[in-house]
């Protein structure tokens, strides 16, 4: 069956630290990968995809994400946390014919100052 | 986000009544996904519409639930006889076109509340 898991349900990072939001996969074709980030009361903003070719991808706001196929992984990462990066994070998973996306659970991340 | 409208923000409604829940998509786009988020879970696919037709509603209840997106105005996702469990934020997506969720936007979502 298709399913994303996101291992992590919330993660606390101080602000100036590094961050990484793990993402597995599994899904039976090639897969499209997305992260989007969910503010408080706001829908989703894509913050990168992964498609095809290069499998580091930079995204917005500082974000890059590294699809590893042996692993079945997609992680987020960010070298330095900024307090307004708080927010729900979520991978997501769909084919190329752009139907249904296939969401994670999503991970919380708080920022500590 | 900008340009994916939904309303409204918040919709109360007793058990046994009907919520209807709207979205205008993009300018441009005729593509609408509607996706139900449930208290900490990820978000689920219910329907993808395009003008006039139903693409796909393997996502949605088969009872209660309907959802249009007719030639003019706004998609339309409707819940007859709304139970407790039906509380949850209903968001919509539009897209261009079907090829692809590259250009896929989100709407603010709506929150329905079931009493």
């Known amino acids: 069956a298709q399913s994303v898991t996101q291992p992590d349900i919330h993660i606390t990072v101080s602000e100036g630290a590094s961050l990484e939001l793990r993402c597995n996969y599994s899904?039976?074709?090639?897969?499209?990968l997305f992260w989007y980030v969910q503010s408080p009361g706001q829908g989703l903003q894509l913050l990168l995809k992964y498609f095809s070719g290069d499998t580091l991808v930079q995204g917005i706001k500082g974000f890059e994400a590294e699809f590893k196929r042996s692993q079945s992984s997609f992680n987020l990462r960010k070298p330095s946390v900024h307090w307004s990066d708080a927010a729900e994070y979520f991978c997501?998973?769909?084919?190329?014919?752009?139907?249904?996306?296939?969401f994670g659970k999503g991970t919380t991340l708080s920022v500590s100052s | 986000n900008a340009g994916v409208m939904q309303n409204p923000r918040h919709l109360v409604r007793r058990r046994g009544q009907e919520a209807r829940l709207r979205c205008s998509p993009m300018k441009g786009h005729s593509h609408v996904y509607w996706y139900r988020q449930l208290p900490e879970e990820g978000l689920k696919f219910m329907v993808y519409l395009q003008k006039e037709n139903i693409i796909d509603e393997s996502g949605m209840p088969k009872e209660r639930f309907s959802a249009e997106f007719p030639k003019e105005g706004p998609s339309i996702l409707r819940i007859q006889q709304v139970v407790r469990g039906d509380s949850a934020a209903y968001f919509c997506?539009?897209?261009?076109?079907?090829?692809?969720?590259?250009?896929?936007?989100f709407g603010s979502g709506t929150q329905l509340s079931v009493l």
């Open positions: 997501a998973v769909s084919n190329q014919a752009g139907t249904a996306l296939i």
């Open positions: 997506a539009s897209s261009p076109d079907g090829t692809t969720n590259e250009k896929l936007f």
């Open positions: 899904y039976g074709a090639t897969p499209y």
